[in-house]
């Protein structure tokens, strides 16, 4: 299919899905509402829905504005969309900050300990002893009978209006960069500032991930928009590719996140 050319091949059963939602919603009239999709995700339904379709409309929600993981809605061109209809929810639990410490991969480990798909969470805010997950509103529920408790410090989620969730500004800072080649571990060891040897051992830990999916082949090519994240380092994007320099070398910028 001539769709495919565009994207990677890791990408097309993605793709694949994304259409038979369109064909879905366009033989019934009635609006498919996803799971929670990553920025990557939410990129590719917008690429083969959001612009050309003159009887279809995309939206997407995730809490608020600055939300990273959002639930989508592909509706008829006439269908009024509201907030409400992606059924998102807050829930809320606190615990003593003094005695625990807890950090993202805590609340999600503990999650996905109890069998809920992580596409049915959005995102997690953790501040000032509270916890904020956004999760879809079928496995509410679930989650207030059966999360009791993270890093052995006893909780209790309990639903709260969106209006009082957490929410956290990313600041990134865009550095511009001369690079020999698109490979994923040269990319880290610039971005990173580390050694390439070092680069080649995370990404064979499988520590490092390219559009929130783990990647083990250090000579895989980057491209424009590229999301990176190395455990312990932080995540990074690919921003441009401004082309080549006088002696053949990649001028790139990339971005940290703060």
């Known amino acids: 299919m001539e769709v495919y050319q565009h994207f990677r091949k890791e990408e ?4 694949d899905q994304v259409l038979s939602w369109k064909d879905q919603v366009e033989r019934s009239y009635i ?5 929670f999709l990553d920025p990557r995700e939410q990129e590719i339904v917008q690429m083969l829905l959001g612009t050309s379709q003159d009887d279809l409309q995309v939206e997407a929600f995730g809490g608020s504005k600055y939300s990273e993981r959002r639930r989508m809605m592909i509706a008829p061109i006439y269908e009024t969309l509201t907030e409400d209809m992606f059924q998102v929810e807050l829930l809320e639990a606190s615990y003593p900050e003094k005695f625990v410490s807890l950090e993202h991969r805590d609340v999600m480990g503990a999650f996905l300990s109890q069998g809920v798909k992580r596409k049915k969470l959005g995102d997690i805010m953790i501040s000032e002893g509270k916890v904020h997950l956004l999760a879809a509103r079928e496995v509410v529920p679930f989650i207030k009978l059966n999360l009791t408790s993270i890093k052995k410090s006893r909780i209790s989620f309990k639903e709260q209006s ?8 990313e600041a990134w800072k865009e550095y511009d960069k001369t690079i020999s080649s698109l490979r994923l571990d040269t990319v880290i060891k610039e971005i990173y500032g580390i050694s390439r040897k070092d680069a080649a051992t995370f990404i064979q830990k499988l520590h490092v991930k390219v ?6 082949d250090v ?4 491209q424009a ?14 921003v441009e590719i401004r082309g080549r320099s006088k002696k053949d070398k990649i001028k790139m910028t990339a971005a940290i996140l703060q």
Request: charged share 30%; glycine share 8%; proline share 5%.
């Open 162 to 169: 969106l209006t009082s969730l957490i929410v956290k500004k």
């Open 31 to 35: 609006p498919k509402l996803t799971d």
């Open 225 to 238: 928009g590229d999301m990176l994240s190395v455990r312990g380092k932080g995540r990074s994007k690919v």
């Open 219 to 222: 000579k895989f090519q980057l």
């Open 211 to 216: 559009n929130y999916r783990v990647v083990d």
């Open 12 to 15: 097309q059963p993605f793709i």
